[in-house]
Every structure is written in C-alpha cells, then in structure tokens.
C-alpha cells in the first residue's frame, strides 16, 4: 500500500528538511487540509527517469552532477545540480509540478477530498507560499520513499543461487 501523509496549512515557521527554518504565510490557504500520497513504483521511477534525463541530456552536462547521478543517486545528483544554479530550477518547473498531482485537497463544499490535477489546481491553491511548501513537502516524501536509483544493469541469479 502507498504511504500518505496529511498535511495542514497553518502559517508560520516551518523546520526544513536542511535544517533551516521558514517562515510560510499561508494566506488564503491557511487552515487548509492536503493528502499526499506517493507515486506508484511505475510513476516514480518514470518520474526519476525525467530527472535523470534532465541531468544527463544536453550540451551544458555538468561531469560532477552526472557522477552523482551514476554513482550514487539521481535525486542527490538533482540537488547538487539545482545548489550549483538555483536558476535552472524554473527550467524545470513543470517536471517538479508533478509532485503537486500526488496531493488531494479536502473541498468543504463537497465534503471530500478532491485530488488536485493540472486543470483544477488553481482552483484549490491559491497562495504562491502553498505551492513552494506544497512541492518542497513532496519532494522531501519522494526523496524519503524512493529507496534507489535504477540499477546499472539487470541481475539474474546464478545457477546456484536459484537452486538454494
């Protein structure tokens, strides 16, 4: 089963996964109730497979992030590629909105939680601080959940070990 996680908004400061603190106000958003749950093993490795592709494609490849990326994890190599230029990150901004679509809202009208899509997600958000909380949130429960990287190539049990 996917782990989930509720998250209410409520403005003030907020310990980040760096150990630094935040102040969020919230505004309009105060008070509001978020599900996350994570991706499928199927939408996040395809989601770590974007990552990597970001990383890895294109005339400007930086040779310590791919490094990163080869020998340790993608998810580390995008952090140290984002810490390098923080500007790069609005190159990026639609693969990590994606992280937005694994949350549901509670919509009091309707009495129910409503996942949030591309199409009514201006809808339910309406703070530029909840965005920034929201995705910063996921990316700390995908990093958290997503044990590894890809393996550099397939493994099939030898002969032996198949027959213990």
Not at 49 to 74: C, F, M, R, W, Y
Request: hydrophobic share 40%; with cysteine; charged share 25%.
């Amino acid at each position: 089963m996917r782990k989930q996680e509720t998250l209410t908004l409520k403005s003030g400061e907020y310990k980040l996964s760096d150990g630094t603190v935040a102040t969020f106000n919230f505004g309009r958003d105060d008070g509001k109730f978020f599900r996350f749950t994570e991706m499928s093993a199927v939408d996040l490795e395809l989601w770590n497979l974007e990552q990597k592709a970001l990383l890895t494609s294109g005339p400007d490849i930086d040779k310590d992030v791919a490094d990163i990326a080869e020998n340790h994890s993608v998810t580390a190599a995008f952090f140290a590629y984002l810490a390098k230029d923080p500007k790069k990150l609005v190159q990026h901004i639609a693969h990590f909105n994606k992280l937005l679509y694994c949350y549901e809202v509670f919509d009091k009208a309707v009495g129910a939680y409503i996942k949030l899509t591309p199409d009514n997600i201006a809808d339910h958000i309406e703070e530029t601080a909840s965005v920034t909380y929201l995705r910063n949130k996921a990316m700390e429960f995908t990093a958290f959940f997503l044990i590894g990287d890809l393996p550099k190539s397939p493994t099939t049990p030898d002969a032996q070990s198949a027959e213990r």
